[in-house]
């Protein structure tokens, strides 16, 4: 490691910088809870990389380390509750920006995405989500004996039109009209540096994993920039092939060079990069990589 310190697992410190300048002013550190040794807390199996949800029923909540999880309805066949650690991606700040509205904000919601896993726990790469409409309890039939209402005359027609309005929005419930950022949130994102398209994709680039210890995260540093508008490092999303790279630096000597390939993932102005292929790149003169 180039900072000379070792790897160790910040399991959902990614998570926390990517939404802290969204949700809270700062990074929320929880410390960690002692747990009796006679009562240890019971959490299902983990579930294999590379699966997916599809239309999972569930609620969204806040994490103490500052980020946020889905939690299903579904339980396991023990009966536990599974949680998934959601991560930064465009479809995180629809949940983040659903989840601040005070009207939604307990609504649960369906979710579709791809499952990782990191550190003992089970991540979660959004790509849908919608909230769940509440329902309402059925009406009363009406009395047999109601007696018949008049014909409308055509000045009564902008007062049925909003009766039918408010009927409507009671079965569908109080669904936003627009998930577009706000004026605010634009002018923010635009201070910065110009971000990298989200879905980009990154092939074979050449660098080496460095801790940040800032924020317990694990960034790729790039050995050669080849445009002028590509940041210095990027921030690796947690998955099982990251973990591997990790356990194999930490038993070389050095910090080796290393090949990765991905997709750029984008979230409040900030890049990522989901890693698809990492390898240990081979040494040699005038090899690059």
């Not at 990027?234 to 630096?249: H, N, S």
């Amino acid at each position: 490691m180039r900072s000379g310190r070792r790897f160790q697992h910040g399991l959902a410190a990614i998570v926390a910088i990517a939404t802290v300048d969204v949700v809270s002013p700062a990074i929320a550190q929880a410390p960690a809870a002692a747990t009796p040794a006679s009562a240890p807390r019971r959490r299902p199996a983990l579930l294999r990389e590379g699966a997916m949800l599809s239309l999972a029923r569930g609620r969204v909540e806040p994490i103490a380390e500052g980020g946020w999880r889905f939690v299903p309805d579904l339980r396991d066949a023990n009966g536990l509750e599974r949680e998934f650690i959601l991560l930064p991606n465009p479809v995180l700040e629809d949940v983040v920006r659903l989840a601040n509205r005070p009207e939604s904000a307990k609504r649960p919601v369906e979710v579709s995405g791809e499952i990782l896993t990191y550190g003992g726990r089970n991540w979660l790469l959004l790509s849908f989500t919608s909230p769940i409409a509440e329902a309402t309890p059925p009406s009363s039939p009406p009395p047999p004996t109601a007696p018949a209402r008049p014909a409308p005359r055509p000045d009564d027609e902008e007062r049925i039109a909003d009766e039918l309005e408010r009927k409507l929005l009671e079965q569908v419930g109080n669904v936003p009209a627009s998930l577009a950022p706000s004026e605010a949130e634009l002018a923010a994102a635009a201070t910065g540096p110009a971000p990298i398209a989200n879905g980009s994709l990154l092939q074979s680039r050449r660098g080496h994993l460095v801790r940040d210890t800032a924020t317990g995260g694990t960034r790729f540093v790039f050995t050669h920039q080849r445009e002028a508008i590509e940041p210095a490092s990027l921030v690796l999303l947690p998955c099982r092939m990251l973990e591997v790279a990790e356990a194999r630096l930490r038993q070389t000597e050095g910090n080796p060079a290393l090949v990765v390939t991905g997709t750029v993932v984008s979230f409040a102005g900030r890049n990522y990069l989901r890693p698809t292929a990492i390898r240990f790149a081979a040494e040699g003169k005038g090899l690059d990589p």
